[in-house]
């Protein structure tokens, strides 16, 4: 389980804004994209 202060990671172009889900291998956001202006799920 994730501590106080965290938050999740940054990426340029996007901004994540909700964790649907997470496996052994990743951990999936729903995220905006800004130059496309357009949600990525």
């Not at 106080?4 to 901004?15: H, V």
């Amino acid at each position: 389980m994730a501590g106080p202060g965290w938050g999740p990671p940054r990426l340029d172009g996007f901004i994540l804004t909700e964790r649907l889900g997470s496996g052994t291998y990743a951990t999936v956001y729903k995220a905006y994209a800004k130059n496309a202006k357009k949600w990525i799920i």
